[in-house]
């Protein structure tokens, strides 16, 4: 179960959703269940990041209006994925965030997660992910 949290200044809800809508894709087309991708926005308060002792927005960018000024991600995947899916899946985060030459700060952390310290409610039941049926495990690699 792929889960994503992402903090940046606000984002419109269409922005949000075509951000979630292209990272959805991109790990189903890798074999994940849509359902498993967790995707979190979180908003930056103005004044809570700091990089260097100065708040991000003091940051300078460059002039460039299709890219995020800054952001933050924190992906949780599973722990066997290997440094190409990673890489791979870095690039396709930046690039749906508009990351480029206007971007001041981006910062992602790959955090692997092994499934037996995953928990998911199952019909009001909490589960871990290593011990779903045979037939969930059968359709899904580890995220």
């Given at each position: 179960m792929p889960t994503i949290t992402i903090t940046t200044p606000e984002l419109a809800p269409p922005a949000r959703?075509?951000?979630t809508v292209r990272l959805t894709r991109w790990l189903?087309?890798?074999g994940v269940t849509p359902s498993h991708v967790v995707?979190?926005?979180v908003t930056e308060p103005p004044g809570s990041l700091y990089a260097g002792?100065?708040?991000?927005e003091a940051l300078p960018a460059a002039p460039d209006d299709r890219s995020i000024h800054?952001?933050?991600?924190v992906c949780q995947i599973g722990a066997e994925r290997d440094?190409?899916?990673?890489d791979a899946l870095a690039a396709e985060i930046g690039d749906a965030l508009r990351v480029g030459a206007g971007t001041a700060f981006f910062h992602l952390d790959m955090r692997p997660a092994a499934r037996s310290?995953?928990?998911v409610a199952v019909d009001g039941r909490?589960?871990?992910a290593d011990r779903l049926g045979a037939a969930e495990e059968t359709k899904e690699p580890a995220a």
């Open positions: 959703r075509a951000v189903t087309a890798r995707i979190r926005f002792a100065m708040p991000v800054h952001a933050g991600v440094e190409a899916f990673r310290h995953v928990y909490l589960r871990r």
